[in-house]
């Protein structure tokens, strides 16, 4: 349960990303492959290789792709603990108020494009 919590935090929160510590982080990496289904482990992987080789200060770097990869992620592990399937977007829309928004809905939708792209193919 902790570890779904600390999950959807960082989906909810995305200053927190950047700012645990690496010995939390490593925790909740730790835990993810001990828990995780194969889906999940294989989309937290996807998730942190995106922040390694994408880092936000890069220009291949795009907030929604990797917000897209998080709700992936606790929607994997909501499947994983409840049995309750949840689209990703579903979740971000609960945090994002103007995803649908003129200026930000084509950005969604290629970064959504993307994220799966990503999971479906296994390349950042």
Do not use: C, H
Not at 64 to 79: C, P, Q
Not at 91 to 119: G, T
Request: glycine fraction near 6%.
């Amino acid at each position: 349960e902790k570890l779904f919590s600390d999950w959807m935090d960082m989906i909810t929160d995305t200053d927190k990303i950047g700012k645990l510590p690496p010995k939390v982080l490593g925790k909740i990496i730790k835990e993810l492959m001990m828990y995780g289904s194969p889906r999940t482990v294989y989309i937290g992987s996807l998730f942190q290789q995106y922040n390694y080789k994408r880092p936000s200060t890069s220009e291949e770097f795009n907030a929604f792709e990797l917000l897209y990869l998080g709700a992936s992620l606790v929607a994997s592990m909501k499947k994983d603990f409840t049995g309750y399937e949840v689209d990703p977007e579903v979740l971000l829309k609960m945090k994002i108020s103007d995803i649908d928004s003129e200026v930000n809905k084509e950005v969604f939708r290629r970064a959504k494009e993307n994220a799966n792209k990503i999971i479906e193919e296994g390349i950042i």
